[in-house]
């Protein structure tokens, strides 16, 4: 039922979904905690394809198995195909209206919306984690890696995994 609501209210594609896939797998269904979604959406986001429906084929795995990564899946994309042709076929008709531009118009504010309070989820997770400055550096910087040097985020991503496997941690274990 989780993937089935995302599937239906998921407007704006992949990047929109991520919130209602938080809000079911977190908040609701408590199948992971902040952290743990963090992080697949972390891994995620450097695998080709769309994000929505690897993290639906990931929990779903990861709570039921091959059947939970199936069922995910299906129900994260067919309400999608459907809604699509339907709109689709609908909206050709229609495109000349007002009500259908306004009507698109009308749901970029509402996506934006839930964008933002998604990083802000992030960015205070990021202060938590790493100190405010730190965050706020490496979010400078990789800012200005995209948008100024057209660096790949992914290829960004990549690099920041890397320099957490190679560093060493501060927390080692002692063995008694």
Not at 8 to 22: D, E, K, R, V
Not at 30 to 41: A, C, D, G, H, Q
Not at 102 to 109: A, E, I, W
């Amino acid at each position: 039922m989780a993937f089935l609501r995302v599937g239906l209210l998921g407007y704006g594609g992949g990047p929109a979904s991520i919130p209602l896939i938080q809000k079911e797998a977190v908040d609701t269904y408590k199948w992971m905690n902040e952290e743990e979604f963090s992080n697949i959406l972390a891994i995620g986001n450097t695998l080709p394809g769309p994000i929505a429906t690897k993290m639906a084929g990931y929990i779903g795995y990861r709570v039921a198995g091959y059947t939970g990564m199936m069922n995910a899946i299906a129900a994260s994309v067919v309400p999608t195909v459907i809604l699509m042709i339907a709109l689709l076929v609908s909206l050709a008709s229609f495109r000349e209206y007002g009500w259908v531009q306004g009507m698109t118009n009308g749901v970029m504010p509402i996506v934006a919306v839930m964008l933002g309070l998604l990083t802000w989820g992030f960015i205070k997770k990021s202060g938590q984690d790493l100190g405010w400055l730190t965050a706020v550096l490496l979010a400078v910087f990789s800012a200005l890696l995209i948008e100024m040097f057209g660096l790949h985020p992914a290829v960004l991503i990549g690099a920041l995994i890397l320099v957490v496997l190679v560093k060493p941690s501060k927390n080692k274990e002692v063995s008694a």
